[in-house]
């Protein structure tokens, strides 16, 4: 996998919220408050206020200077992806790519489409893998 921007690791609530602005765009408190409202997981408003705070200070969201201000996602979902996929390789196989796709592939109905897909992605790893020996 190749890295562009650093991936990120988001604590199951911060994906909660950031993949509300990753479906909506940026928002005002206020659309944010309701927003998530209507994803099923209703806060009080000076909780979500924190919140966002906190994603602004982490750097994964930007707050605008304008009043209502704007709060924007930075932090792209490939780069949360990433990160988070990165956690369950390290914690499931110890950082070891084989047993994980064995599991995947061995265990799961891949469809024709999918199978040609892998072996595109396996004949980029291998021409990688020739360039760095």
């Given amino acids: 996998m190749t890295k562009s921007k650093k991936a990120v690791r988001l ?4 994906m909660e919220l950031m993949s509300m602005f990753w479906d909506k765009g940026p928002l005002t408190l206020a ?3 309701q927003a998530f409202r209507e994803f099923g997981k209703p806060i009080a408003y000076p909780t979500m206020q ?3 705070n906190r994603l602004a200070a982490k750097g994964l969201v930007t707050k605008s200077d304008q009043r209502p201000a704007l709060y924007q996602a930075v932090a792209t979902q ?3 992806t990433e ?4 956690q369950v390789l390290e914690k499931l196989t110890s950082g ?3 047993p994980l796709m064995k599991h995947l592939i061995t265990e799961r109905s891949l469809t024709n489409d999918e199978v040609q897909e ?5 004949d980029v790893a291998e021409q990688n893998s020739r360039k760095g020996n």
Avoid at 11 to 14: L, M, R, V, Y
Avoid at 83 to 86: A, D, P
Avoid at 118 to 122: Q, V
């Fill in 78 to 80: 490939h780069q949360a």
């Fill in 118 to 122: 892998l072996k595109k992605l396996l």
């Fill in 83 to 86: 990160g988070y996929l990165g």
């Fill in 11 to 14: 604590s199951p609530g911060e």
């Fill in 96 to 98: 070891k790519v084989v």
């Fill in 31 to 33: 659309e944010a408050h």
């Fill in 50 to 52: 924190t919140r966002l």
